[in-house]
């Protein structure tokens, strides 16, 4: 009786054992970030810039799944974007978020709070609750993603000519870091951020440029948005105000004539790309 007694004590200790450890492992795994083979399975992008005004900046941000065999939910997001200080020219600027356009399928992950330290030189986006498993956004796997929103930087004066934002992706803790959250097996999962999947596809590379001095003149006239170059540009796009391209040429030199009868009359952007520089441009359709 008392070696029953004891091998059933003995027993009872394993058992108790193996729950601790089970319980430490789940711990682990709901804060454990995914192997480094599945590190490339998302890319956060900054996209699809454009200069509205001489002292007003917007930019896309989208987040892209790049696994299409497994679906991605969306447990939490956020960023820190560093700002290049050359282009404040002595102003404050301000950050915020243009409502609808996130195309997150749960608007309670839409970002809401956002912050611009200009002693930081950051651009700061705080996560939304996450909402739990099957209630998180599914993510795209077509290029560019799922825009997470589209953010507009003022200044209270124009940007200091020909300067550059660099629009940059942190991930440090100071001043700001980027991180991306998924729910795996169940688990709010923080995944990790680097350059290799978060980075600027912006193609601005100075603020306020002149289009006169490289012998461009766009106007519109009769539905139509006339560009004229006497120097060849590589390419010269449209765009709307929310920042997604309707018409683009290549190889452009000469008048160019982009018909708009199919759009309303409102404020677009062109955007013409050199072997040097990039200009943007605001346009009245009428």
Do not use: W
Not at 31 to 57: C, G, H, K, M, W
Not at 132 to 137: I, P, V
Not at 267 to 276: E, G, S
């Amino acid at each position: 009786m008392k070696n029953l007694h004891q091998h059933l004590m003995r027993t009872i200790t394993l058992l108790m054992l193996v729950m601790v450890v089970l319980q430490l492992d789940a711990v682990k795994r709901r804060f454990a970030p995914l192997a480094p083979s599945a590190i490339s399975e998302y890319q956060y992008t900054i996209a699809n810039d454009i200069q509205v005004s001489d002292r007003v900046l917007e930019f896309d941000l989208f987040i892209q799944d790049t696994n299409p065999d497994q679906a991605f939910e969306l447990a939490a997001i956020q960023c820190g974007i560093t700002v290049d200080p050359n282009i404040y020219n002595g102003g404050i600027v301000t950050a915020a978020i243009l409502p609808g356009t996130s195309q997150f399928t749960n608007s309670r992950q839409y970002p809401t709070n956002i912050i611009f330290s200009q002693a930081d030189n950051v651009l700061k986006i705080a996560p939304r609750g996450a909402p739990g498993k099957g209630n998180g956004s599914i993510i795209s796997t077509t290029s560019p993603g799922t825009r997470i929103c589209r953010v507009r930087l003022t200044n209270t004066v124009p940007f200091k000519e020909k300067s550059n934002a660099n629009l940059t992706f942190c991930f440090t803790t100071s001043p700001y870091p980027t991180k991306v959250a998924q729910y795996i097996s169940g688990l709010n999962t923080v995944l990790t951020s680097n350059a290799t999947n978060s980075f600027s596809k912006a193609s601005i590379t100075a603020l306020n440029q002149t289009l006169t001095s490289y012998g461009v003149s766009i106007y519109s006239k009769d539905k139509n948005i006339l560009v004229t170059c006497s120097q060849k540009a590589k390419q010269v796009a449209v765009y709307n105000t929310l920042g997604s391209m309707i018409m683009m040429e290549n190889n452009v030199i000469g008048l160019k004539k982009f018909e708009m009868f199919n759009y309303p009359n409102e404020y677009y952007f062109v955007k013409i790309v050199t072997d040097n520089d990039v200009y943007t441009q605001k346009v009245l359709l009428k």
